[in-house]
């Protein structure tokens, strides 16, 4: 038995070649020492091989129509045999790839491990990142609810802000001039055939090219890339010094990789995949779609800007992070790689890091959204439950000032706090602020009536740390 | 006798012929990419061209509106597909001015196209995305939109109101 196995493979092997080239692959010499930190890149690409399988087998049941995908994804995530886990397998999986691709950029970055000769594998993995990115937006748009289908509409608005092809572009993602039937089509085929097919083919020219140029070695203090020395030097290192990649440097990435594939798993299973939203009607108005998390952040770049940069910043800011991005290894593909001797290098990376992180807490807080929940203040809240303070706290809910300004801990935040604004402001300041408006606030004059205003300005008047 | 590609030691064509060999094979590779991306490419931005029938939908009665209220109005799309299901469907907010004066404002904010909700007691819409504030004319109160609430066509047909179907408005 042993002996037909042998001479199969043998035949095999005689008629393709193909385990020696993988062999070869497997076993070629890789740097010593090259440690936990170079795990992040093959845990991306297990991450999107999860995200690959798992979606192949959501595809089996999901039906990519606008009139039925809802319903058939109601039936995977309640009715079909491991659907809820599946689904919650694709959603981590995709949350893990986006963030393993930014810890292997910000790695590569870090240990400079971009420059001279690999600056080309750079620009295949900025394509990869933006791509990621793109298959996280489409992937969202695919669970085609009352979110999806306001998100579709917000894209496509973005789009449309493009000088002369904007309306163009628009239509293109709309598949029409509407959200409607060929809708959801499109994007299917965006996230299911035409960004992988592209992800796919970057992915092996990434691939070849890290075996072309070797995994880079860790950076060493005091040892600047001199592109004119630094290939003899690589092939010095590794023929001398270097160890089979498998398993003597692999093994770490295998470690990694199964803890990421467990994470997934774990998550999936106790948090599940997220909650559908309500139908994909067009005509149901209540609902304030956002970006799921790693694109929440830019939904707070948008809130939180002036309100003329608007354009510049959807049109400008991808288009500046792509250059900055490419610019990179052209800027700098020579010098020092470690650290240590780049501080302006870390210092970007820990802006980047901090600026994300606080646009995506702020995005998570919404202050700049109306709280239409906001119910009416209490009487405690009030101080009072007679007089034209009551009525001046019932027009402060009723007029929509409450959605806006909050007064202890009840109301939005969208404005400044009015808890005390009674020690702040005189009654005429409130009563300028209130028929004029501001920035962000609509003149109230010609909305309210004389006595309405005065009971309005009552209350806020009474709004004092000491009544 | 070796030849310029790859070590090979057959009689090589002449320059001359292999030169024109592989013109003619990059122009027929490109002819055959053409052939199949031209119904491709059309077919993918088949929707951008398509037309666009505006049809005017019925949304009530003149009487079902009270002169001074906004009201949401649904209606359906003028040509959906047989598949688009409830996407189909779409709304306005429709504001009786006067007797006989009608105003239909597109729910999308201008902007990010968020549905803006219409807050009958303040008399303002409001956008849940970003804040932004229009006043029951349309006309931006307060926050980041750019300009004023798109408006349908909207008409009196035979004691009907009727709105005209358009396009998502797009910046």
């Given at each position: 038995m042993r002996n037909l196995l042998k001479r199969l493979i043998d035949a095999f092997e005689e008629r393709t070649g193909l385990i020696?080239?993988?062999?070869?692959?497997?076993?070629h010499p890789v740097p010593p020492d090259t440690g936990w930190w170079y795990v992040f890149g093959s845990a991306t690409l297990v991450a999107f091989m999860i995200q690959v399988a798992t979606g192949v087998a959501l595809a089996t049941a999901y039906v990519s129509s606008s009139g039925n995908a809802y319903d058939s994804l109601q039936f995977i995530t309640t009715k079909a045999l491991m659907g809820n886990l599946l689904r919650g397998m694709h959603y981590f999986g995709a949350s893990a790839m986006v963030l393993l691709v930014g810890i292997h950029m910000g790695q590569v970055f870090l240990m400079g491990c971009y420059k001279y000769p690999r600056e080309f594998n750079w620009f295949t993995g900025v394509v990869l990142l933006f791509l990621t990115l793109a298959m996280g937006f489409t992937g969202q748009l695919l669970r085609w609810d009352q979110n999806a289908v306001w998100s579709v509409v917000?894209?496509?608005?973005?789009?449309?802000?493009?000088?002369v092809i904007g309306d163009v572009l628009a239509r293109f993602l709309l598949a029409g001039k509407t959200i409607g039937g060929a809708t959801l089509s499109r994007f299917?085929?965006?996230?299911?055939?035409?960004i992988p097919a592209i992800i796919f083919g970057f992915i092996g020219i990434h691939l070849f090219l890290v075996l072309h140029d070797g995994i880079s070695e860790p950076p060493k203090s005091g040892e600047p890339v001199d592109p004119a020395t630094y290939r003899s030097k690589y092939e010095k290192l590794v023929s001398e010094k270097g160890v089979p990649f498998w398993p003597d440097a692999a093994w770490r990435d295998v470690v990694f990789c199964f803890a990421v594939v467990v994470a997934i798993f774990v998550l999936a299973l106790v948090f599940g995949p997220p909650k559908l939203d309500n139908p994909p009607n067009p005509s149901l108005l209540a609902r304030d779609p956002a970006p799921d998390w790693y694109l929440l952040w830019y939904f707070a770049v948008l809130a939180l800007i002036p309100h003329k940069l608007t354009t510049p910043v959807i049109l400008l800011a991808p288009l500046t992070a792509v250059i900055v991005l490419?610019?990179?290894?052209?800027?700098?593909?020579?010098?020092?790689?470690?650290?240590r001797n780049r501080p302006w290098a870390v210092a970007s990376v820990i802006i980047i890091v901090m600026m994300i992180g606080t646009l995506w807490v702020e995005a998570i807080r919404e202050p700049w959204s109306p709280d239409f929940e906001a119910q009416p203040l209490p009487t405690g809240v009030i101080g009072t439950n007679e007089g034209p303070v009551v009525e001046g706290a019932r027009l402060f809910h009723e007029k929509g000032c409450e959605f806006c300004h909050e007064i202890e801990g009840f109301g939005g935040r969208r404005g400044p706090s009015l808890t005390w604004v009674g020690d702040r402001l005189t009654r005429a300041d409130l009563t300028v602020r209130i028929m004029n408006g501001g920035y962000n606030?609509?003149?109230?004059?010609g909305l309210l009536t004389e006595q309405q205003l005065n009971d309005l300005v009552g209350f806020l008047e009474s709004r004092r740390k000491e009544r | 006798m070796a030849t310029e590609a790859?070590?090979?030691?057959?009689?090589?064509?002449s320059p001359e012929r292999r030169a024109f060999l592989t013109k003619i094979s990059l122009l027929?590779?490109?002819?055959?990419?053409?052939?199949?991306?031209?119904?491709?490419?059309g077919f993918i931005i088949g929707p951008i061209i398509r037309r666009f029938p505006a049809i005017w939908r019925p949304v009530g009665r003149v009487e079902d509106f009270k002169i001074g209220q906004t009201v949401k109005v649904d209606f359906r799309d003028p040509s959906p597909l047989a598949w688009a299901g409830v996407t189909a469907e779409t709304a306005a907010w429709l504001r009786r001015v006067s007797e006989n004066e009608f105003i239909a404002f597109a729910m999308n904010c201008t902007h990010l196209g968020c549905p803006v909700r219409w807050l009958a007691e303040a008399e303002l819409f409001m956008c849940p995305c970003h804040g932004g504030v229009y006043y029951s004319d349309g006309r931006v109160a307060g926050g980041p939109p750019p300009r004023a609430l798109f408006r349908y066509p909207v008409r009196v047909n035979g004691g009907v109101v009727e709105i005209q179907t358009s396009a998502i408005p797009i910046g």
């Open positions: 020696k080239i993988m062999s070869d692959i497997a076993r917000v894209g496509a608005e973005q789009a449309g802000r493009t000088p299917f085929a965006f996230h299911v055939f035409f490419i610019l990179v290894p052209i800027v700098s593909n020579r010098g020092e790689r470690h650290p606030m609509p003149a109230f004059a | 790859g070590g090979a030691t057959g009689e090589a064509l027929l590779v490109g002819a055959a990419s053409l052939l199949v991306a031209v119904p491709i490419i």
